[in-house]
């Protein structure tokens, strides 16, 4: 479970986005919503490969 510690004199807006942030690198949305329909372990090994393609490219396009 995610959580922050709020101090007393913490602004409520800089300790709603320290939680969003939190939460938003523990992965618990990415995996709800990975979870919530079966994916065939073929179309999870193409939907990789495309990922890894794009990435790729991306760094190809970086460097130059």
């Not at 999870?44 to 990435?55: G, L």
């Amino acid at each position: 479970m995610v959580g922050i510690n709020v101090s007393e004199n913490e602004n409520i807006d800089r300790a709603l986005k320290r939680f969003k942030k939190k939460y938003e690198r523990s992965g618990v949305l990415k995996e709800y919503k990975k979870r919530t329909f079966f994916v065939k372990p073929s179309i999870e090994k193409r939907m990789e490969k495309i990922k890894a393609r794009r990435r790729a490219h991306k760094e190809r396009m970086n460097d130059n």
